[in-house]
T-cell receptor, first 114, second 113 residues
């Protein structure tokens, strides 16, 4: 399967714990995006990378959120000191970055903070 | 800041009927996308609309884009149960200096026998 993959698919954690999610984009895609989706809403942009450079992170929800893409391939999203309000689906997408810029989404990681 | 509005947010229709979902956006953009999401699943790309007047069709779904009116429509023809899902439009915010997509809240479509 050559689509976008995300791990884990589900994560349950206690408030105050740190969590890390991984995204593996489609191999030839140079752009990688993170979105958050809460129930009944559309995905909300968090940050994106072109290769290993993080070009926009203004939408990361607080300084508890950070993302990396160290070698321009997979990416990780970390949430420190989780809060119940962080419970959501975290979606990763990738694109080739052409004028078409169609983004292909992974299956998501559903986070539940107790 | 770019805002995207979809209507209706909920749509219940009978099989065989036609309907249109509307997507309005607030600032200039020339790229608009339609996605489908089934419950508990991720987003599946349906259409990419790149220019004013673009029209794309796949099966019973047809999407169009009017960049001057800042409006896209997703038309459903002779609906069938398998089309039940949530449909999102997303607008590329590149002209505002960002590469992100801004999504509408989605239209939850239920097709009844």
């Amino acid at each position: 399967d050559t689509g976008v993959s995300q791990n884990p698919r589900h994560k349950i954690t206690k408030r105050g714990q740190n969590v890390t999610f991984r995204c593996d984009p489609i191999s030839e895609h140079n752009r990688l995006y993170w979105y958050r989706q809460t129930l009944g809403q559309g995905p909300e942009f968090l940050t994106y990378f072109q290769n290993e450079a993080q070009l926009e992170k203004s939408r990361l929800l607080s300084d508890r959120f950070s993302a990396e893409r160290p070698k321009g391939s997979f990416s990780t999203l970390e949430i420190q000191r989780t809060e119940q309000g962080d419970s959501a689906m975290y979606l990763c997408a990738s694109s080739w970055g052409s004028s078409y810029n169609e983004q292909f989404f992974g299956p998501g990681t559903r986070l539940t903070v107790l | 800041e770019l805002k995207v509005e979809q209507n209706p947010l909920f749509l219940s229709m009978q099989e065989g009927k036609n309907y249109t979902i509307y997507c309005n956006y607030s600032t200039t953009s020339d790229r608009l996308y339609w996605y489908r999401q089934d419950p508990g699943k991720s987003l599946e790309s349906l259409f990419v609309l790149l220019s004013n007047g673009a029209v794309k069709q796949e099966g019973r779904l047809m999407a169009s884009l009017d960049t001057k009116a800042r409006l896209s429509t997703l038309h459903i023809t002779a609906a069938v149960h398998d089309l039940s899902a949530t449909y999102f439009c997303a607008v590329d915010a590149t002209q505002g200096g960002s590469e992100k997509l801004v999504f509408g809240k989605g239209t939850k479509l239920t097709v009844n026998p």
